[in-house]
């Protein structure tokens, strides 16, 4: 088992700043890409980012290239989204995801086998 806790979410203004951490614990955390996806109300859930096992690989969704960015550090046991230039349609629940290090960065959320319990983001215009 892999427990996930997001932290980091909260209201800002569009154009600000936001960066979730996302805290793993339970197995080697090097064993597992990672990612985040996001819902919104009334929306199903929607891939956002995605880093492989090292950090070389990294993977996202179009509407955020250039804005967010994923990193993580092994050594913390912890996924990281950087977020700048917040849009109101950016508003969502975030959640962490595990999946098994062999599939690399993958957007499938199927494939993902744990999840947090997500934080809320909120951009108001």
């Known amino acids: 088992q892999v427990q996930l806790v997001e932290s980091g979410g909260g209201l800002v203004q569009a154009g600000g700043s936001l960066r979730l951490s996302c805290a793993a614990s339970?197995?080697?955390?090097?064993?597992?890409?990672m990612g985040w996806f996001r819902q919104a109300p009334g929306k199903g859930r929607e891939f956002v980012a995605a880093?492989?096992?090292?950090?070389?690989?990294?993977y996202y969704l179009d509407s955020v290239k250039g804005r967010f960015t994923i990193s993580r550090d092994n050594a913390k046991n912890t996924v990281y989204l950087h977020m700048n230039s917040l849009k109101p349609e950016d508003t969502a629940v975030y959640y962490c995801?595990?999946?098994?290090?062999?599939?690399?960065?993958?957007?499938?959320?199927?494939?993902?086998?744990?999840w947090g319990q997500g934080t809320q983001v909120t951009v108001s215009s």
């Open positions: 995801a595990a999946a098994p290090k062999i599939l690399g960065a993958t957007p499938v959320a199927g494939l993902y086998d744990y």
């Open positions: 880093i492989n096992w090292s950090g070389a690989s990294t």
């Open positions: 339970g197995r080697i955390f090097s064993d597992y890409a």
